[in-house]
């Protein structure tokens, strides 16, 4: 973010520290967590929305959780944004209680929902600055606000125009926008890339890392694997209200399965012997070593990493084989969330009735 509005947040030591001008990374190191809780529940009659789940923020990181539809997303972020209370459990946001803090929180965050709250009617610059006195800042300083956040989102030629003349991805980065008028500490995105084509929310994308790169805590809920890997540093998998996975892309990759050794022969009838020797290198049994006779592979699970490829790139060409490609690959984060959740990303969640969609 290339603002220099400076709005005071009250802090608590620790996390004033943490937010002080510091690098991302080096905030990190400072084990604050921005988002802190613990055993949140939320029920819906008989159904639990969320059933117990834990989740820490460190400050100036991205996290994101990622499940199919009525996973518990959204209500974990209901929650964590004051706009529900749970049932069971605790959680505090910028230092502050969600639930007997719930005014200081608000001060300190920043929300993008799922549907875009900004107002057709109005230009972007107008909406900007609506949000910055709603948020009690003088109108000059609103309106200065809007102008460096315009410029940020790249909406300055259309921030005259009335926003119901913006494309999707314009609307939607203005929303984003609005969200940022106060400076928030913490910024909560509920599937913020719905409903963008590929370029659209690649573009938002870059966007987010210019919002992250300057401290700010970024929580967001998607359905998109590919979202979750290229902006979170970890990653929290939900199911059924749960938390049943959680860590960086490598890590979920590593519990699912390790590292595969890939080998693709030049002649079928190498496939045989190539296999005994994938078997070898790998301290895997011949029974665990896959072979795809249409493409001539030979892949195994591999804990030995490069040095894997070395060794079988000798007995290779000991043996005189050819071999068209010998490589080391790891698991999709797909892979990761079919094999944890048995689903796919865009599973239809059933319908709820007598309170909110989780």
Not at 13 to 28: K, M, Q, V
């Amino acid at each position: 973010m290339t603002s220099t509005t400076s709005i005071s947040h009250d802090l608590p030591p620790e996390l004033a520290a943490a937010e002080a001008g510091t690098p991302r990374r080096a905030r990190r190191r400072l084990g604050t967590d921005a988002v802190d809780a613990e055993g949140l529940v939320k029920r819906y009659g008989r159904h639990h929305a969320l059933a117990g789940i834990d989740l820490a923020v460190p400050a100036g990181s991205v996290t994101a959780l990622l499940g199919p539809n009525g996973a518990g997303k959204s209500t974990a972020v209901r929650i964590l944004t004051t706009l529900t209370a749970p049932d069971a459990g605790r959680a505090t946001v910028a230092g502050r209680d969600v639930v007997t803090q719930a005014q200081e929180v608000r001060r300190r965050i920043g929300l993008a929902a799922q549907d875009a709250t900004v107002d057709p009617v109005l230009s972007g610059r107008e909406n900007l600055v609506m949000t910055g006195e709603l948020h009690q800042m003088p109108r000059r300083l609103a309106r200065r606000r809007a102008a460096e956040l315009l410029e940020q989102f790249s909406l300055s030629d259309a921030a005259d125009q009335p926003v119901d003349r913006y494309s999707g991805g314009m609307r939607r980065r203005l929303d984003l926008a609005a969200s940022l008028v106060a400076d928030p500490l913490v910024l909560f995105l509920d599937e913020p890339t719905t409903g963008l084509d590929p370029r659209a929310r690649r573009d938002l994308w870059d966007v987010l890392d210019g919002v992250v790169a300057n401290g700010t805590t970024l929580l967001l809920t998607t359905q998109y694997l590919e979202e979750a890997e290229r902006l979170a540093d970890d990653i929290v998998v939900i199911e059924h209200g749960k938390v049943i996975a959680a860590g960086d892309a490598h890590a979920l990759k590593q519990r699912v399965a390790g590292d595969q050794l890939r080998v693709v022969v030049a002649d079928d009838a190498d496939l045989a012997e190539v296999a005994g020797m994938v078997a070898s290198v790998t301290g895997t049994t011949a029974a665990e070593v896959v072979v795809g006779r249409p493409g001539r592979t030979i892949t195994a699970v591999n804990p030995h990493g490069v040095a894997a490829i070395a060794e079988l790139a000798g007995l290779l060409s000991a043996a005189g084989v050819t071999a068209v490609d010998l490589s080391l690959h790891q698991p999709t984060l797909d892979d990761v969330f079919l094999t944890l959740t048995g689903a796919t990303p865009d599973a239809v969640a059933p319908t709820v009735h007598g309170g909110t969609h989780p």
